[in-house]
C-alpha cells in the first residue's frame, strides 16, 4: 500500500462486517487512523484489533449516539478528514409486505442515518485545522438506478444520491471545502447477500448474472474507490456517483 491517507482521521459506520470492514481494512492499510463505529460491538471490537482501528458504539439511527462519536472523535482525534457513511439494512419486503414499522426502521437507518452523519461530518470538518475540510462517502447501491422489490431499500438508495448531492452542493457554495460522494456497489458477497443466498441458492446465479462480467463483486474493489474518493487525488469530485457494479447498469436485460 501507498500511504495515500497518511494523516488523515477517518470514520467508517458499519465497519464491523462487509463493506465497511473492508473499507476499515484498505484505509488503515493506507496510513489513516480509522474509527470503526457500528451496532456490533463483538465483531467490531475484533476487526478494531486486527487492524488496528479503533472500536466506537454508535447507531446511526440514534441522534444522541452521534453527539457522543462526535464528542470521542473531538477530544481523542481532534480532527475528522474522512466519513463513510456506510451502514445499511434491507428489509426483503415489497409494497404489498411492508409495513409501517419496517419501512421506519429501514429509512431511519439507510436515509436518515447518513443525514445525521453528514451533518456530524460537517460540524467537525468545518473545524479542522488550515481550513483543510474533507470527504464524505455515503454508501448507496446499484439499486439507485434500478430497482428490485425490496421498496424501502429501493426508495432509500434513491435517496442516498439526492442527500449527496445536496449536502455537496451546499458545502461548495459555503466555501467548507468539504466534498461529498456517493458510490454504488452492484452486488457483492457480504452478510446481506450471503442470507438470502442461503435461504435461496439461485440467488447466487442470478447475483452473478447482474453484470455483464458474470460474477459479484468484492468488498475490496468498492473499497479500492472509497480510497480514492477520500483522498486528495479526488480533489475536483463531489456531488458524483461512483459505481463499482460490473457493468450492471451498463447491460440491456434482454441482452
Ligand atoms: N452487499 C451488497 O451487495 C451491497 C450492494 C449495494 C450496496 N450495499 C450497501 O453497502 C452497505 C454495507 O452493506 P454490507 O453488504 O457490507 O452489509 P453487512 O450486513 O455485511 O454490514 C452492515 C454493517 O452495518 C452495521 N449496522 C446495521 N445497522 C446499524 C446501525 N443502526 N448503526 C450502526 N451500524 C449498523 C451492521 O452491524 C454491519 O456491521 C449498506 O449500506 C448496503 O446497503 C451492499
Redesign the pocket.
Known sequence: MTDRLKGKVAVV??????????IVRRFCAEGARVIL????AV??AAVATDTGAEFCS?????QS?WAALEATVRSDAGQLDIMV??????SNLDITAVTVEAWQQLM???LL?VMLGCQTAISVMRDNPDDAGGSIIN?????SYLAIPDVA?TT??TGVVGLTKSVAVHCANEGFNIRCNS????????????TAIEQMPEVEEA?KKMSPLNR??T?DE?AAMAVFLASDEASFCTGGQYAV?GGTVSQHPKM
Not at 463505529?37 to 456490533?40: F, Q, R, V
Request: proline content about 2%; overall charge negative; hydrophobic content about 35%.
Open positions: 459506520t458499519g465497519g464491523a462486517s462487509g463493506i465497511g470492514e473492508g463505529a457500528d451496532l456490533d465483531n467490531g454508535l447507531d446511526v439511527a440514534d449516539s457513511n456506510n451502514a445499511g439494512i434491507v431511519n437507518i439507510n442515518g454508501t448507496a447501491s446499484s439499486t431499500y432509500s438508495k458510490i454504488h456497489p452492484g452486488a457483492t458477497l457480504t452478510n446481506i447477500l450471503k447475483c459479484m463483486g468488498v468498492v457494479e
